[in-house]
């Protein structure tokens, strides 16, 4: 019987997470680091085999006792070849990180974007593979996501499939071609803080001002904390963000006929009882009745640990 554990790894710009995974599917252990992208690929490189050899360390394992290594990088991947076409936010571009692993770890390496490996996990983990055609988008400092046709993943004939969030979209959502606003940059986490900064700066009231006085950056926790306390600044600029998902999400299902719509991501799983009801009435407003009238949207609930679970769908794809 195979007993072989597995490490998945979630590869962000100011954090490795990685997490042990057992032969039953659980992860058992987890490590996250800080890294520093602007130190280069290398120092990229030693930051993920840090975390390996501390899980192994931790577990009393060693490297054969590891089957893969499945590796989610937030950019453009081919996952047979190993090379990163463009990670803007690691500043890697045309770099083969299956190759430049093998110089710290003797494990197999295998590699996803990294919406699309957590799209992996919540198909297989939340949904037990019954889903047949799905979208999943991660709504954070970017957006990103994951398309499923006929219960297959879709990476697209160059690996770019899901990069839903560089459409080009004008104010109120609809698809613009002469627009140079594009959907991430106008309903991600940056948007929602950047429409708040400029209210503020221009008189209006709000419990968030000491982030805009002290500089500081307005995150997740700070959008719900003013959320809770009913701040009408930040509202507005939630309700802009949740609006223009919803419409994008409506548009693209009046294109593809889904049946299921996934959404995570800081911003969503912070406020997930408040956003997603209204991403549900900007979709219903704007999507083809007949398309849209048996699509099922979530959250999902396995938040940060979707990409990890999903590196276990990874290796059972590549290492059959």
Known sequence: METKKIISVDLGGTKILSALVNSKNEIVSRV?????PSKGKESLLKGIAASVEQLLGENQLTQNDIKAISLGVPGTVNPNTGIIGEAPNLGIKNFNIKEGMAKYLSIPVLIENDVNLA??????????????????????TGIGG?????????????????????IHIDPKGNFSNRSKTTFELSAGRPAIAKGITK???????????????QKKAIKSKALLTAL????????????????????????????????TIVVGGGVVEAMHSYFIPRIKKA????VLKESGAHVKINYTKLGDDAPLYGGIALAEEFLK
């Open 146 to 166: 994951a398309l499923f046709f006929d219960g297959k993943i879709y990476r697209g004939s160059s690996f770019y499939a899901g990069e839903i969030g560089h």
């Open 199 to 213: 209210d503020i700066k221009n008189g209006k009231r709000s419990v968030l001002k000491e982030y805009i006085t």
């Open 283 to 286: 979709f219903k407003e704007n």
């Open 32 to 36: 996250k680091i800080p890294t520093d």
């Open 119 to 140: 799209g992996l996990g919540i198909k297989r983990f939340e949904y037990n593979d019954e889903v047949n055609n799905m979208l999943v988008i991660f709504v954070g």
């Open 228 to 259: 809770k306390k009913k701040d009408k600044v930040t509202i507005q600029h939630i309700n802009n963000s949740a609006d223009i998902i919803g419409t994008v999400l409506g548009n693209v299902t009046t294109i593809l006929n889904l049946d």
